[in-house]
C-alpha cells in the first residue's frame, strides 16, 4: 500500500515532488548508482518504491515511508464504453480533484487537473460554479499522469498525451504546470508537441509560454469571437479582450511555429448561430493557417440552464465554418456518462463509481 504524506510535512518531499538532487541527498551512503535505480523507477517504469525489486528491500521500505504519495485514490468511475476512466483524488488538506484517461485506436491520452476548483467562472462550466479552492503542486500533476499511465499499461496501452484541460485554468497556476511539463517531457519522455496546456485567455502566461525551451502546444478556450458576448461567458474576456488575445496567440504562432487551437463550446441560441460563425472566421483568418478550431457539444452541468447545441446544429456550424475556409472538426464527447466531459469535472463521485480497478477496452470513435 503507498503511503499518503502525513499532515503538515514538507510539500516537496513527496515521491513525485522531489528533485533529483534531493534524491541524491536521500539516498546518501548508498551506492551511486541508486540515484539512477530509483528514479527510472519512479519516472521510466512508474513504480512505487515497494515495487522496486532491483533496491534492497529495506531500502524500498523507507522510501516508501518517506517520500508518500501526494494523492488519496476516492474513487475510479468508467465509461459504459469502457473507454473512458474517471479518476477521483483527494489532496493534502481535503480538497478533492479529477483525471482523466481517454483511450483512443490511435493514442491514449491523459487529461489533468491543474487546480482544485477555479477561480475563472466560466457559467457554464461545472469547475467554475464550484469556485477555487487551491493551486496543485507539480507532484500532484505528475502524480496524476503516473497513475492514469499505469492504468493505460495495465491495459497495454501506452499514454502518449498529456492535455491540461482538466479542473483549473493552468496558467493561473503557471510555475507548477510547468514544473510538471518539465518532468513528463524530460523524465517520462513524453514529446512536448504532446503536451498541451489550455487556457481560457491568460495573456500574459500565453507570452512566458512562447518563450519557454520546450514547443508545447496551446489550446484557447475561446467561445464567443466578439468581446460583448465573451465577456459574458468568460470573464476573463475583461481583463483580457479578444485583441490582446489574438496578438498574443500570433506571438505564440511565431516563436513556436505550432499551430493554435480554439476550443469553442457549442450553446443552443448563444454561440451557434450564423453570425457566430462569420465572426469567428474571420478572427480565424488573422492568424491561417495556424488555427483549428475543435467544436465541442456543451455538455449538461447543474448550475447551466441553455443546454448544448443539437448535434445536427452542431455538424451544420462546421461545415459552415469548412465553408469559410477554416479548419474546424468536432470532438466526440467522451465520458459523458461518468461527468468526465469537457466543462464536466466538478470533483464529486458519481453512482456508477467503482472503488476497484476496471477493465478498459479501446473506443472505436473518433476524436
Ligand atoms: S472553463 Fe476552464 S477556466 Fe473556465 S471555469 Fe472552467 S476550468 Fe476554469
Same mark, same amino acid.
Given at each position: 500500500?503507498?503511503? !499518503?504524506?502525513?499532515?503538515?510535512? $514538507?510539500? +516537496?518531499?513527496?515521491?513525485?515532488?522531489?528533485?533529483? $538532487?534531493?534524491?541524491?541527498?536521500?539516498?546518501?551512503?548508498? &551506492?551511486?548508482?541508486?540515484?539512477? /535505480?530509483? %528514479?527510472?523507477?519512479?519516472?521510466?517504469?512508474?513504480?512505487?518504491?515497494?515495487?522496486? +525489486?532491483?533496491?534492497? *528491500?529495506?531500502?524500498?521500505?523507507?522510501?516508501?515511508?518517506?517520500? &508518500?504519495?501526494?494523492?488519496? &485514490?476516492?474513487?475510479? #468511475?468508467?465509461?459504459? !464504453?469502457?473507454?473512458?476512466?474517471?479518476?477521483? %483524488?483527494?489532496?493534502?488538506?481535503?480538497?478533492?480533484?479529477?483525471?482523466?484517461?481517454?483511450?483512443?485506436?490511435?493514442?491514449?491520452?491523459?487529461?489533468?487537473?491543474?487546480?482544485?476548483?477555479?477561480?475563472?467562472?466560466?457559467?457554464?462550466?461545472?469547475?467554475?460554479?464550484?469556485?477555487? !479552492?487551491?493551486?496543485?503542486?507539480?507532484?500532484?500533476?505528475?502524480?496524476?499522469?503516473?497513475?492514469?499511465?499505469?492504468?493505460?499499461? $495495465?491495459?497495454?496501452?501506452?499514454? #502518449?498525451?498529456?492535455?491540461?484541460?482538466?479542473?483549473?485554468?493552468?496558467?493561473?497556476?503557471?510555475?507548477?504546470?510547468?514544473?510538471?511539463?518539465?518532468?513528463?517531457?524530460?523524465?517520462?519522455?513524453? #514529446?512536448?508537441?504532446?503536451?498541451?496546456?489550455? !487556457?481560457?485567455?491568460?495573456?500574459?502566461?500565453?507570452?512566458?509560454?512562447?518563450?519557454?525551451?520546450?514547443?508545447?502546444?496551446?489550446?484557447?478556450?475561446?467561445?464567443? *469571437?466578439?468581446?460583448?458576448?465573451?465577456?459574458?461567458?468568460? &470573464?476573463?474576456?475583461?481583463?483580457?479582450?479578444?485583441? /490582446?488575445?489574438?496578438?498574443?496567440?500570433?506571438?505564440?504562432?511565431? *516563436?513556436?511555429?505550432?499551430?493554435?487551437?480554439?476550443?469553442?463550446?457549442?450553446?443552443?441560441?448563444?454561440?451557434?448561430?450564423?453570425?457566430?460563425?462569420?465572426?469567428?472566421?474571420?478572427?480565424?483568418?488573422?492568424?491561417?493557417?495556424?488555427? =483549428?478550431?475543435?467544436?465541442?457539444?456543451?455538455?449538461?452541468?447543474?448550475? %447551466?440552464?441553455?443546454?448544448?447545441?443539437?448535434?445536427?446544429?452542431?455538424?451544420?456550424?462546421?461545415?459552415?465554418?469548412?465553408?469559410?475556409?477554416?479548419?474546424?472538426?468536432?470532438?466526440?464527447?467522451?465520458?459523458?456518462?461518468?461527468?468526465?466531459?469537457?466543462? /464536466?469535472?466538478?470533483?464529486?463521485?458519481?453512482?456508477?463509481? #467503482?472503488? =476497484?480497478?476496471?477493465?478498459?477496452?479501446?473506443?472505436?470513435?473518433?476524436?
Amino acid at each position: 500500500m503507498s503511503t !499518503t504524506r502525513p499532515p503538515g510535512r $514538507d510539500v +516537496t518531499a513527496t515521491r513525485y515532488g522531489i528533485s533529483r $538532487d534531493e534524491l541524491t541527498v536521500l539516498l546518501d551512503g548508498e &551506492p551511486r548508482y541508486r540515484v539512477d /535505480q530509483v %528514479w527510472h523507477g519512479l519516472y521510466g517504469r512508474l513504480e512505487s518504491p515497494e515495487e522496486m +525489486t532491483n533496491v534492497p *528491500a529495506a531500502l524500498r521500505r523507507r522510501l516508501a515511508a518517506e517520500l &508518500p504519495v501526494s494523492l488519496e &485514490p476516492v474513487t475510479e #468511475s468508467i465509461s459504459d !464504453t469502457g473507454d473512458t476512466v474517471k479518476f477521483l %483524488w483527494a489532496l493534502h488538506g481535503g480538497a478533492q480533484v479529477e483525471t482523466v484517461l481517454m483511450l483512443y485506436p490511435d493514442r491514449a491520452t491523459v487529461c489533468v487537473s491543474s487546480q482544485a476548483g477555479c477561480a475563472m467562472a466560466c457559467g457554464f462550466c461545472a469547475t467554475g460554479q464550484a469556485g477555487f !479552492t487551491r493551486h496543485l503542486t507539480t507532484s500532484e500533476i505528475v502524480e496524476q499522469v503516473v497513475v492514469a499511465a499505469r492504468r493505460a499499461r $495495465d491495459g497495454g496501452r501506452r499514454v #502518449s498525451n498529456v492535455v491540461f484541460m482538466g479542473m483549473g485554468e493552468p496558467l493561473a497556476n503557471e510555475a507548477p504546470v510547468w514544473g510538471a511539463v518539465r518532468r513528463l517531457h524530460d523524465d517520462i519522455g513524453l #514529446s512536448a508537441r504532446h503536451l498541451t496546456i489550455s !487556457t481560457v485567455g491568460i495573456v500574459p502566461g500565453i507570452r512566458r509560454l512562447a518563450e519557454r525551451d520546450l514547443p508545447v502546444t496551446l489550446a484557447v478556450s475561446l467561445h464567443a *469571437a466578439n468581446d460583448e458576448l465573451r465577456d459574458e461567458l468568460v &470573464p476573463i474576456n475583461r481583463r483580457y479582450p479578444l485583441e /490582446q488575445l489574438l496578438d498574443a496567440c500570433r506571438d505564440f504562432i511565431a *516563436a513556436n511555429r505550432r499551430r493554435i487551437s480554439f476550443e469553442w463550446a457549442m450553446i443552443d441560441g448563444v454561440n451557434d448561430r450564423a453570425s457566430d460563425a462569420v465572426e469567428l472566421a474571420a478572427l480565424c483568418r488573422r492568424l491561417q493557417p495556424a488555427a =483549428h478550431v475543435n467544436l465541442i457539444p456543451l455538455n449538461p452541468t447543474p448550475g %447551466w440552464p441553455t443546454p448544448g447545441t443539437p448535434p445536427e446544429g452542431v455538424r451544420a456550424f462546421r461545415d459552415r465554418l469548412v465553408a469559410l475556409g477554416v479548419n474546424a472538426t468536432i470532438r466526440a464527447n467522451r465520458g459523458t456518462d461518468i461527468d468526465a466531459a469537457c466543462g /464536466q469535472l466538478a470533483a464529486r463521485a458519481m453512482p456508477t463509481q #467503482s472503488a =476497484h480497478p476496471v477493465t478498459l477496452t479501446t473506443a472505436t470513435a473518433e476524436s
